[in-house]
């Protein structure tokens, strides 16, 4: 999709500076890395040694037709990738960068006689 102006559908992700089809669902999730010597020693006690935190969206589309199907998974094919989303912890929309996880896509026949797709995959901030 391109942004020609103002009948343009606006959606909530843009990969590399384009918009794709919005997501069925997503989650927004942080997560913290630790260093390696994090862990609990016999005291008890933990050592966490925070070192950073990472955005973590997990996507999910139901019901799309083939087209946006090679569509969304073209977009995530890259090794990584700019993601505009909005950022519930900072309550604004972010670009950051992203790497995927493995993705799966589900075809589905229908009663009437057509097909759709699922699409799911988890992108992590690099």
Partial sequence: MTDNGADVKRTILKVDGVFIPDP???????????????????DG??????????????????GVDFDATSEILKAVNPEK???????????????????????????????????RCDVAFNIIEV
Avoid: I, P
């Fill in 24 to 42: 069925s669902e997503l989650q927004w999730g942080l997560q913290s890395v630790s260093a390696s010597n994090a862990g609990r020693t016999m």
């Fill in 81 to 115: 990738f700019e993601v505009t989303y909005f950022d519930n912890l900072n309550n604004r929309n972010e670009t950051r960068t992203f790497y995927v996880g493995d993705r799966t896509s589900m075809v589905k026949s229908y009663v009437e006689g057509y097909r």
């Fill in 45 to 62: 006690l933990m050592h966490v040694n925070l070192v950073t935190r990472k955005r973590k969206l997990e996507l999910k589309w139901s």
